[in-house]
């Protein structure tokens, strides 16, 4: 759980230096347990997160006291033009249709308000040296494979702007980008 929670405040800094709003309003979609949605409400933001799993909802509201409710960006008390952040990290891949998901978080997002999406890298020299052998390579649960390219030109096609691509170790075979609505 420690380290679970290192990585929730490494993830805030990044935010932090994507802009310098007073009280940002951040969505975790895929939250999980609500490790991000607990740290940024210790920071004094505005969190919340949806997950369809039931159980990690029940956990994460009964252990961290947290605002995440089960469900999906479809979840009809989200608000449009509200969140500032945006986070999904490995969670478009099992969408059935990941471009119309970045259109609806295309709506929720402000003017201005910035998009960090994480998936599994195929583009990555594991995944490419390993093939249907690679960890993350698991039809049915994975829908969908994307790199560096195909990731770009989703999001974009839904409307953002790329923004940047966050450095992670070449060791690690994941992708996280930023965009800006």
Known sequence: MKSKFRDARRELRRLQKLS???KPKILDVGCSF????KTAQDAGWEAVGVDPSHHAIN??????????????IFYPHLKKNYFDFITIFDVIEHHLNPLESLQKVHELLKTGGFLIIGVPDFGHYKAKRLGKKWDNFIPPEHLFYFNLETIKKLCMR????????????????ALKTVYRK
């Open 158 to 173: 839904a409307g953002f702007e790329f923004h940047k691509k966050i450095f992670r170790s070449p060791f690690r075979d």
């Open 34 to 37: 609500g490790y991000l949605v």
């Open 59 to 72: 956990f994460g509201q009964k252990t961290f006291k947290v605002n995440i409710s089960e469900g999906d």
């Open 20 to 22: 310098k709003i007073a």
